[in-house]
């Protein structure tokens, strides 16, 4: 296993990428501090776990999913006795990997009721939850191709459209400002989503919101598919969530100082240009989600 140190390290590189495997890596890296601490009182454990855990928030600080993920294994936990917080807290670790798995597989089989025999795909960026959609819709012996774009500057739709066509899937990739051909002859656009906010946008990788008018334009349907744990409950409060911008080397290396470089990594998209964001609560509008992600997950509001 990846030291805590090797896995923040490669949360910044973007070696792991999207926001569940960030997630879900998170998640790892605290069960390994819990596992390899010399702590001797659950204060001391208390405090060296926090400190990774907002090493590991800092590290992609615009992925609520991850931040949900921490905030779900440090829940209720115990403070008089060591054992019984180490118990405890390897017990909501459990649980969180378990949702993260389960989720999975609930969306791929609401998602791929979306995928007919005959259609295409329109895919942007690399969602491991589209993705699996996608396989499951394979393993039903649906027959369908996907186009998807490569996501410049740093091409995670190479990863998308490797994995595809490994699952046996016939992928034709299009570089992004070819994204209206892509998306003209599509009959749906599946992307993922790194948050949802609590007036129901949507924030994906930068394209998402660009590809969307186009497909309205196409009368494409435009569903999001997404674990309901990337809403941030902190936009409730008013608060704004922020767009990762990234340095400007990604888009151009050695360009020259005086030339700006704009390199915003998501955007958000409205919610009129999304019909619907599939999650494991089921098919609902944006606006609507987020009271049903309020029933199912009250831990999250209470924070
Ligand atoms: C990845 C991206 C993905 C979402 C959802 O951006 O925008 O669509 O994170 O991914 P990056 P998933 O490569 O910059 O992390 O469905 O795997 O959670």
Redesign the pocket.
């Known amino acids: 296993m990846a030291d805590v140190s090797q896995v923040i390290r490669d949360i910044k590189s ?1 070696r792991i ?5 960030v997630a879900n890596e998170a998640v790892k890296a605290i069960k390994q501090t819990v596992t390899a601490t010399r702590a001797k009182t659950p204060n001391t454990l208390l405090l060296e776990l926090s400190k990774t855990r907002n090493l590991l928030i800092k590290a992609r600080s615009t992925e609520p ?1 991850l931040r949900n993920a921490l905030l779900y294994v440090f829940k209720d936990l115990p403070h008089d006795d060591l054992r019984v917080f180490k118990r405890e807290i390897l017990l909501n670790i459990q649980e969180a990997q378990k949702h993260i798995r389960d989720v999975n597989r609930r969306i791929s089989d609401i998602g791929s009721m979306k995928i007919k025999n005959g259609m295409i795909v329109f895919t942007h ?6 993705v699996n959609i996608l396989k499951e819709a394979k393993k039903q012996g649906k027959r369908f191709s996907v186009h998807n774009t490569e996501t410049r500057p ?1 091409f ?1 739709g190479r990863i998308t459209a490797l994995e595809l066509s490994r699952a046996g899937i016939p992928v034709t990739h299009f570089v992004d400002s070819a994204a209206r051909l892509a998306l003209k002859k599509a009959d749906i656009m599946l ?4 948050a949802i906010t609590a007036e129901g946008k949507v924030i ?2 930068i394209g998402s919101e660009l590809f969307a008018e186009v497909a309205g334009r196409y009368d494409i349907p435009v569903y999001s598919c ?1 674990d309901s744990w990337k809403f941030d409950p902190e936009t409730i409060f008013g608060f704004e969530e922020p767009i990762e911008s990234r340095g400007r080397k990604e888009v151009w290396d050695k360009a020259p100082k005086e030339i700006t470089i704009d390199n915003h ?2 955007e958000i998209i409205s919610s009129e240009s999304v019909d619907g964001v599939i999650t494991e609560l089921g098919v609902f509008k944006p606006e609507v989600l987020v009271e049903e992600i309020e029933d199912e997950y009250p831990w999250m509001f209470k924070h």
């Open positions: 973007l990428q999207g926001a569940q495997a999913c960026c690399h969602s491991s939850t589209v740093r995670q992307i993922g989503a790194d994906n990788k997404t990594a998501f």
